[in-house]
């Protein structure tokens, strides 16, 4: 198997020419009846290797962390060795072997060592619940972008805006003890912080040929719930508030996040954010009556629904993006009916 960044490869190295590679690409795509950039393809299994360096990985690292952590009493030590054997393993299975999901696994082992381990070691120095969440945050955000600049996995952006977003609410907790009420207001803009980062990345590259439409993929996943969770709380249904006008709202809010994600060609932003959707709806449906069906009936509604969009995708898109103004048109995938 090879990806497009594999074929980019072979055209720097002179193997094959970038005519040659674009009428292959055009060849692919009206094969599949659909543009390959529709396709939203991003590199996570590269065969069933990874699973089998996945399953390697996990028991080395977890049996080191329960081994050394019963040999010194520290659980300090075990995290420790931990996120070294974890860079150390990146070494060999990201740099040199480009395994695509043991390259995740080993960075949300590399930074949720570092972020732990900051936890524990500073919860011990301070009575304050803030100032380690502030130190893990941050070190957890320079550890990801330590480990881009060495790797360069594409979920690794996404991590350290995760981190962050959490630095920043670990910061206005801190130095506005009273402004709990600010909390979903922060983590809606840093939602909107993410998904501009995400259209800068997906705007770099229109074709989505290269690892950075695979960081855009990462970032819309993570900017999707950091948008929706905080109006949810706003409106009070994570609380149980359920009422005809709130499930008209909620409708209403995903038909705007599915329509900006046809129109960005970015499945990621709906699916992440269909959890509490779902959720909301079936407390709603509860609430009206439903109780044994409660999950079964939104289920069933969104999936019906989603699959015909998914049969449709490329033509829903082709009539709303002819609809837009030339200069967002040029910073969006072309769209093209099948």
Not at 159 to 173: I, M, R, S
Request: proline share 3%; net charge neutral.
């Amino acid at each position: 198997m090879y990806t497009d960044e594999d074929l980019d490869l072979a055209v720097e190295k002179g193997i094959f020419s970038a005519a040659a590679i674009k009428q292959f690409r055009h060849q692919q795509s009206t094969l599949k009846s659909a543009p390959s950039v529709d396709q939203e393809n991003f590199k996570l299994l590269t065969g069933f290797n990874d699973i089998f360096v996945v399953i390697a990985c996990c028991l080395l690292l977890f049996s080191s962390l329960w081994m050394v952590e019963t040999i010194t009493d520290s659980n300090g030590s075990g995290l420790l060795v931990m996120v070294i054997i974890s860079w150390c393993l990146a070494e060999i299975f990201v740099l040199k072997r480009q395994l695509a999901l043991p390259g995740i696994v080993l960075l949300l082992a590399f930074v949720g060592g570092v972020y732990t381990l900051c936890m524990t070691t500073f919860s011990a120095f301070s009575e304050s619940t803030h100032i380690p969440l502030i130190v893990a945050a941050g070190v957890s955000t320079s550890a990801a972008y330590l480990h881009w600049w060495r790797f360069q996995v594409p979920i690794t952006v996404a991590v350290g805006t995760g981190a962050g977003a959490a630095l920043v609410v670990a910061l206005v907790v801190s130095f506005f003890p009273d402004a709990k009420s600010w909390l979903p207001a922060v983590l809606f803009l840093c939602g909107l912080l993410t998904f501009a980062l995400a259209m800068y990345w997906d705007m770099s590259d229109i074709n989505r040929v290269t690892r950075r439409s695979d960081v855009s993929f990462w970032l819309h996943l993570l900017a999707a719930p950091l948008i929706i969770h905080p109006v949810f709380s706003y409106l009070g249904i994570l609380d149980g508030n359920e009422s005809l006008t709130i499930m008209v709202i909620v409708i209403l809010l995903y038909l705007l996040m599915t329509s900006i994600s046809i129109v960005i060609d970015r499945r990621a932003l709906m699916v992440s954010a269909l959890a509490y959707v779902i959720y909301a709806l079936a407390g709603i449906v509860e609430t009206y009556g439903g109780v044994g069906y409660s999950f079964a009936l939104p289920g069933v509604l969104l999936g019906v629904t989603l699959l015909l969009l998914s049969a449709y995708w490329h033509n829903v898109r082709s009539k709303l993006v002819v609809r837009l103004p030339g200069q967002i048109r040029q910073r969006i995938p072309q769209a093209q009916a099948v």
